[in-house]
């Protein structure tokens, strides 16, 4: 399907949704469809005690808005059961990352929760002895959580499905490794290949742990500053699986380095002199029959790419509160022009917020560069995908700013980000009101906290 063709046939696509076939109208692949029907908790449950019969544990956990894992461990008698699901207070969804609720809710009911099929994998701690299983919360008529993050992924997912739209993405996880002591292991510069002894074992058993949870680790890249690497996941159209494994990649990383003495930060500036680390997404869009929409010569992008960048532009500056959850990511994007610092696009540049990397035509896409590594990778996700959507739905390809162009400018404190983002109605209401309002209610509370604190630094100097 050309660009062209694309262009002519817009003024049909009846936005948000449009009328499909009963076959496609499910927003599903069919191998997605064949998942669903063999994905059966108890039969799942089975299965994994026959490979696994030491479990003795397993750990049932939702992810939070800031992407923390909140759960419980529960007996592996407990596990046969696991279909009829457990409770969770709803406030699990207003909690700041100390665990602490930022903004409380009118009440804090229970909420039913139930198992996410094919979620359920070895833990990270001891995997022949322990389990750990996703859940999805319900509200109380049983529809899904608007609280929650996972859920609104899918519900942005489903109107591009609507339209037989499936997103592609491809994320890549900054973070730093760093020791206890004088002598911390260091890498020699980006792409560095001679990796130390302490690394190697780390990262052998990195990549080990990873293949037993079904994360498809495809990579692990030294950057350019000493102990920063980045993880590279293959791309994938199961957009929201690929966000659960994020998460999973992120603790998993965690608990390798700590049992081999070293410690995994995902700040998104954890050290004032050396670069931030990011969560970049590699997005594109395929048809039903798994045909790149964006295929086309780099200097000639079609009609469906210009008009999802020219989107994700328009949205970037309200979208910044979501990407940049806190205020040390806020630092991370003022550092200096190495940074994705402006609101801008380019063809293979580093420095702009949305780069068209080298490719050929059939893998053009769309590298998203501002979100911070500690970012939530469903919310991410979400915001980016509602980019595109709004350019799909509002703009004609004309609005396509030359590359590089800086205008807006994106907002670079938290406070000015968090009222972009109230004053944008088409991201709150693809987000959800209910989700938006809480949102900017959390991220307020705890940007009061932090400007309550009182540093040594600032002490020092009375």
């Not at 490979?51 to 808005?65: A, E, G, M």
């Not at 490794?177 to 690394?199: E, I």
């Not at 608990?255 to 931030?276: D, I, R, T, Y």
């Not at 869009?285 to 008009?307: C, K, T, Y």
Request: proline share 6%; charged share 20%; hydrophobic share 40%.
């Amino acid at each position: 399907m050309n660009a062209f063709f694309l262009k002519s046939i817009r003024p049909y696509f009846n936005f948000p949704g449009l009328s499909l076939p009963t076959a496609l109208n499910s927003g599903l692949w069919l191998d997605e469809k064949l998942d669903a029907l063999q994905h059966n908790v108890s039969v799942e449950v089975a299965d994994y005690l026959a490979r696994y019969p030491q479990t003795k544990h397993i750990d049932v956990y939702l992810n939070d808005i800031n992407g923390i894992m909140r759960g419980k461990r529960l007996s592996v008698e407990n596990m046969l059961s696991l279909e009829k699901g457990c409770y969770f207070p709803l406030s699990v969804y207003s909690m700041d990352q100390k665990g602490k609720i930022a903004a409380a809710l009118d009440d804090e009911p229970d909420r039913f929760c139930v198992p996410v099929a094919g979620s359920l994998r070895p833990s990270s701690h001891d995997p022949q002895h322990n389990a750990q299983i996703l859940l999805t919360m319900k509200e109380s008529d049983g529809a899904p959580c608007s609280l929650e993050p996972r859920v609104i992924l899918q519900n942005v997912l489903a109107r591009f499905h609507q339209h037989g739209l499936y997103p592609v993405i491809a994320p890549e996880i900054e973070f730093y490794l760093t020791g206890r002591g004088p002598q911390d292991p260091q890498n020699q510069g980006c792409f560095h290949l001679d990796t130390s002894t302490a690394h190697t074992a780390l990262f052998d058993e990195l990549e080990q742990l990873a293949h037993l949870q079904r994360i498809p680790l495809t990579g692990i890249v030294a950057e350019a500053e000493s102990g920063q690497f980045e993880l590279n996941l293959k791309h994938s159209h199961h957009v929201v699986e690929m966000c659960d494994n994020v998460l999973a990649l992120r603790r998993l990383t965690r608990f390798v380095a700590e049992k081999h003495g070293l410690q995994a930060n995902f700040m998104a500036k954890p050290f004032s002199q050396q670069s931030g680390s990011g969560l970049h997404f590699h997005f594109s869009l395929n048809n039903i029959h798994g045909e790149n929409m964006f295929a086309s010569p780099v200097d000639e992008l079609n009609s469906m790419m210009r008009l999802c960048i020219a989107g994700q532009l328009a949205l970037m500056p309200a979208s910044v509160a979501i990407l940049a959850p806190g205020v040390n990511a806020f630092r991370r994007l003022r550092k200096n022009l190495t940074e994705p610092l402006f609101n801008s696009w380019g063809y293979n540049t580093r420095s702009a917020a949305l780069r068209i990397p080298c490719s050929d035509e059939s893998n053009r896409r769309i590298e998203y560069r501002l979100a911070g590594a500690d970012a939530n990778p469903y919310l991410v996700a979400a915001t980016i995908l509602t980019g595109m959507l709004y350019g799909l739905e509002n703009f004609d390809e004309k609005d396509l700013p030359a590359p590089q162009h800086d205008e807006p400018v994106l907002p670079l404190f938290q406070q000015q980000a968090i009222e972009e983002f109230a004053r944008c109605q088409y991201l709150i209401d693809s987000l959800g009101e209910a989700f938006s309002h809480q949102w900017v209610a959390c991220k307020l509370a705890e940007l009061d906290w932090f400007e309550s604190i009182v540093t040594g630094q600032e002490s020092a100097l009375a």
